[in-house]
């Protein structure tokens, strides 16, 4: 039967069937090699996963964010109990070769001194010879916290004045405290037994009940830790002292100019709460004041300015409401007289 088929080939001598027998054996060993897969039956490729971190802070003036985290823990739990864990102070991390499946991915951001701060947690497929990412948004750890809330100010330029403090969650839930004195321009308080997460905070200087200056903030409320919240107030939209005048006439006055005499002064007037200036009238460069009187206004409340006139040139404007009058807090007349 060999010696038949192998004749059958013209062109070709006849193999002894023992060579013929051992080509066939090769022939057919190298078919399996050429046929097994590159990963082993059963066992899945792996696949690449990076993983980018979203902490949710809303835009404000300010914000005061407590202890800053200094580095990140990433850890996950795979299938058939893959898992694994690392350190970094980066934003986002990349983890290669791991098993192809379901994974949920933690993250945890450590302060300084290794607390806790914030956290999150998602799930995630790991493609198979793929990369794949994932963006985990962190939060406050659960826990209560509290906040120091100071206020300073000039207390030469107000009359009466209070500090507020507004705290108002993300569920829109919001309280008003306010701030004790604690000397001269100065207040403060602390608000204690606060959830863990961000707050929007306003705070208010008060002037006899008018608002005269403010600051806002976003703020992180941190586990078993307390979140110093500062305002310097140095722009005041003051409310100036009430000056009561029951005479028919009355007289301003005001300094003259540090060097020289100018040729003379104009004198201003508005009622309070407006904008435009009135011109009452001009005084001599030598004699600083000015009488006011029903025929050059009619009783009401009013504030009043100067201005120095030298050459045809005006100066600026000097107010009852400036910084370096006399009080510094500003003044305005209540004036009843007719």
């Given at each position: 039967m060999l010696h038949k088929r192998a004749s059958a080939h013209r062109?070709?001598?006849?193999?002894?069937?023992?060579?013929?027998?051992?080509?066939?054996?090769?022939?057919?060993?190298?078919?399996?090699?050429?046929?097994?897969?590159?990963?082993?039956?059963?066992?899945?490729?792996?696949?690449?996963?990076?993983?980018?971190?979203?902490?949710?802070?809303?835009?404000?003036?300010?914000?005061?964010?407590?202890?800053?985290?200094?580095?990140?823990?990433?850890?996950g739990d795979g299938?058939?109990?893959?898992?694994?864990?690392?350190?970094?102070?980066?934003?986002?991390?990349?983890?290669?070769?791991?098993?192809?499946?379901?994974?949920?991915?933690?993250?945890?951001?450590?302060?300084?001194?290794?607390s806790a701060i914030i956290a999150g947690e998602a799930t995630i497929e790991v493609e198979s010879m793929a990369e794949v990412g994932i963006e985990i948004e962190l939060v406050p750890i659960d826990g209560k916290g509290a906040l120091f809330?100071?206020?300073?100010?000039?207390?030469?330029?107000?009359?009466?004045?209070?500090?507020?403090?507004?705290?108002?969650?993300?569920?829109?839930?919001?309280?008003?405290r306010t701030l004790y004195s604690s000397g001269s321009g100065t207040a403060e308080r602390e608000?204690?037994?606060?959830?863990?997460?961000?707050?929007?905070?306003?705070?208010?200087?008060?002037?006899?009940?008018?608002?005269?200056?403010?600051?806002?903030?976003?703020?992180?409320?941190?586990n078993e830790s307390t979140i110093d919240v500062s305002s310097i107030f140095e722009m005041l939209n003051k409310v100036g002292t009430p000056i009561t005048i029951e005479d028919g006439s009355f007289t301003i006055g005001w300094d003259p100019p540090s060097s020289g005499v100018p040729s003379f002064y104009r004198v201003y007037a508005r009622p309070r709460g407006e904008y435009e200036w009135i011109e009452?009238?001009?005084t001599a460069g030598d004699d600083p004041r000015f009488e006011v009187t029903g025929d050059s206004l009619p009783s009401g409340n009013y504030e009043f300015a100067v201005s120095s006139v030298e050459a045809e040139l005006e100066s600026d404007l000097h107010t009852s409401m400036s910084d370096d009058a006399d009080p510094s807090s500003g003044w305005y007349v209540e004036w009843s007289g007719s």
């Amino acid at each position: 039967m060999l010696h038949k088929r192998a004749s059958a080939h013209r062109g070709f001598s006849p193999v002894p069937a023992p060579v013929i027998g051992v080509l066939f054996l090769l022939s057919t060993t190298l078919a399996v090699i050429s046929c097994e897969p590159m990963t082993a039956p059963g066992r899945p490729s792996n696949g690449t996963l990076t993983i980018s971190l979203d902490e949710v802070v809303s835009a404000s003036e300010h914000a005061h964010n407590g202890p800053e985290v200094a580095s990140y823990v990433f850890s996950g739990d795979g299938p058939n109990g893959a898992s694994f864990s690392l350190v970094s102070s980066d934003e986002v991390a990349t983890v290669e070769s791991l098993r192809a499946g379901t994974w949920l991915i933690r993250v945890e951001g450590l302060s300084e001194d290794g607390s806790a701060i914030i956290a999150g947690e998602a799930t995630i497929e790991v493609e198979s010879m793929a990369e794949v990412g994932i963006e985990i948004e962190l939060v406050p750890i659960d826990g209560k916290g509290a906040l120091f809330v100071t206020a300073e100010w000039d207390a030469d330029l107000t009359v009466e004045p209070t500090a507020r403090v507004t705290i108002t969650g993300r569920n829109g839930e919001s309280l008003t405290r306010t701030l004790y004195s604690s000397g001269s321009g100065t207040a403060e308080r602390e608000i204690s037994d606060l959830s863990t997460g961000y707050y929007e905070l306003a705070v208010k200087l008060l002037d006899g009940g008018e608002t005269v200056a403010g600051a806002a903030y976003t703020v992180r409320v941190v586990n078993e830790s307390t979140i110093d919240v500062s305002s310097i107030f140095e722009m005041l939209n003051k409310v100036g002292t009430p000056i009561t005048i029951e005479d028919g006439s009355f007289t301003i006055g005001w300094d003259p100019p540090s060097s020289g005499v100018p040729s003379f002064y104009r004198v201003y007037a508005r009622p309070r709460g407006e904008y435009e200036w009135i011109e009452l009238g001009t005084t001599a460069g030598d004699d600083p004041r000015f009488e006011v009187t029903g025929d050059s206004l009619p009783s009401g409340n009013y504030e009043f300015a100067v201005s120095s006139v030298e050459a045809e040139l005006e100066s600026d404007l000097h107010t009852s409401m400036s910084d370096d009058a006399d009080p510094s807090s500003g003044w305005y007349v209540e004036w009843s007289g007719s």
